[in-house]
């Protein structure tokens, strides 16, 4: 069985959005912003909010994926492409094609975390996995991570307090292996 993780993107105070991917903004001639949202992956850019991306453009992504992973068959194990509408817990909304990730909950306090896993682990044949995320808005407090979960950690806790789970935490910059208590890893991070 696999045994491979997720991605895993986390809140546990006030409206903090993550967006899957890379976010970027187009502009205008004039230097104004356009409303078109676009996720970024590798070389290229597609557009979001459309029911599904052109039969093109899954091919153009298709064919990078294959250069990036060429060790992954993706009709065995497919790669990771978006988050899970099934895998959250109910503090977590997603849109944009499930590519961007809204913080529903009240944030008072660390019982209000709450996770989002993508639709698919990282085969274990990639090796090397690279991913990003943008931090579109910090909410109030901007107690927020990112890491990695086997399936079955729970998804009402930040990334790394439980077994099976990492994580790195954007307000102390702390890194959390299977364990409440955090090292120090790297710096702070927040909305950008």
């Given amino acids: 069985s696999q045994q491979s993780l997720s991605l895993s993107a986390h809140s546990s105070r006030g409206l903090t959005r993550v967006s899957g991917w890379k976010q970027t903004e187009n502009r205008t001639p004039t ?39 060429p060790a992954v068959n993706e009709e065995e194990t497919p790669l990771p492409r978006s988050w899970s509408p099934k895998d959250k817990y109910s503090y977590i909304g997603l849109s944009q094609n499930n590519l961007r990730v809204h913080y529903k909950g009240h944030g008072k306090n660390h019982k209000d975390a709450a996770s989002v896993r ?32 086997a399936q079955g950690v729970n998804m009402n806790r930040l990334p790394g307090w439980d077994k099976h789970s990492y994580g790195y935490h954007g307000d102390d910059g702390h890194s959390f292996c299977s364990s409440g208590t955090g090292q120090p890893y790297g710096p702070t991070f927040t909305t950008g």
């Fill in 31 to 69: 230097g104004g912003q356009e409303e078109k949202n676009m996720a970024e992956l590798g070389a290229g850019s597609l557009p979001l909010g459309e029911p599904a991306f052109s039969y093109q453009q899954e091919q153009e992504l298709n064919e990078r994926l294959k250069r990036l992973y």
């Fill in 118 to 149: 993508a639709t698919h682990p990282i085969p274990a044949a990639c090796g090397i996995y690279y991913f990003e995320v943008k931090i579109v808005s910090k909410g109030r407090d901007g107690y927020m991570g990112i890491g990695l979960s």
